[in-house]
């Protein structure tokens, strides 16, 4: 079974306009909203692809029907613990004139230790050996930046397979659990390390991800978006993903999707190349689309996908 872990799930807002000026009254030409957070985005990709997967997290008690409904509508098997409040809304501005995108994300409503208590005791009760937890995302005020560590103890302990997507402290903390898989991009990596945002050489990145496994993480998969990825396995070895061809739509969860295809191949005990395949293939078919990638697309993108080890 796999399992994606979202303590701090949104509903998407995206906001489409033709361009907008701070301090001024503009008007946008269209919005729409989707359910997400980093492990619902996965999780979806997975249900996408026919995989044994539930979505497991929080949710806010005042809007949690929206997002129950839609897993029912897509089939998807899920355990939400309710909290008191509402889930937050996450917007995100597309300016079209200007090809960008801005995030505001919700800092979420504050989650009672009761609640994270409860969520634990499942993951205890429910995880296998073999079993694979991803645990992705931000964390709601309320929950201790220390517990993606003891997720991946709880998950290590229960002999799974942990991956973690998230940044920071979290990140760092999390990391003393040794990930099997994290997947930063340069950003994260920087804020990881604490080092200043900015271009690094191939032999840079190399030294920052040695460091990387210095503090626990085993395989990491570096995302680079439209430049393709970079796969660090824990035997030193190095692939280059290349990426799919295809118009951008929106590429918010983007990210997710990767681990939800690189999951998939895991699951199905592919080769790395062909994870890696599914990986981009997912990135690729979220990007193209404004929710998240279908399996028809995924597959047909997985066959133009270009693996190369270094
Ligand atoms: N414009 C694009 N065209 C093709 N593939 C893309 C594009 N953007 C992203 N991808 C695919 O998705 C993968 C992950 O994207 P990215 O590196 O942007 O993740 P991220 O930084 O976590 O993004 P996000 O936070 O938006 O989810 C890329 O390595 C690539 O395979
Ligand atoms: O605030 P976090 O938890 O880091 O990120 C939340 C989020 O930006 O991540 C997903 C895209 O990766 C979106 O669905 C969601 O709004």
Sequence with gaps: MIYTITLNPALDHTIETNGFN????????????KIGGKGINTAIILNNLNANVISVGILGEENKHIFIEEFNKIGLSNHFILNKGVTRTNFK?????????????GVGSEVSKHTIHQLLEFLEKKIQPADIVIASGSLPIGINNNIYNEIGNIVND????FILDTSKENMVNGLKAKPFLIKPNI??????????????SFDEIQKMIQQLKDMG?????FSMGSKGSYYFSENNEIFHTGIAAGKLVNSVGSGDSMIGGFTYGLSLNLTIEESLQYASAAGGATAFSEGLGSKD???KLFKTIQVKRI
């Design 93 to 105: 501005i597309k300016n079209l004139a200007k090809k960008s995108e801005t995030e505001l994300n």
């Design 22 to 33: 701070l301090n001024e009254t503009n008007y946008y030409q269209r919005d729409y909203k």
């Design 187 to 200: 950003e994260e990596i920087c804020e990881i390390l604490n080092v200043k945002f900015k271009e690094y």
């Design 297 to 299: 697309e995924i597959e």
């Design 217 to 221: 993480a085993r395989n990491v998969l």
């Design 158 to 161: 229960k002999k799974g397979m």
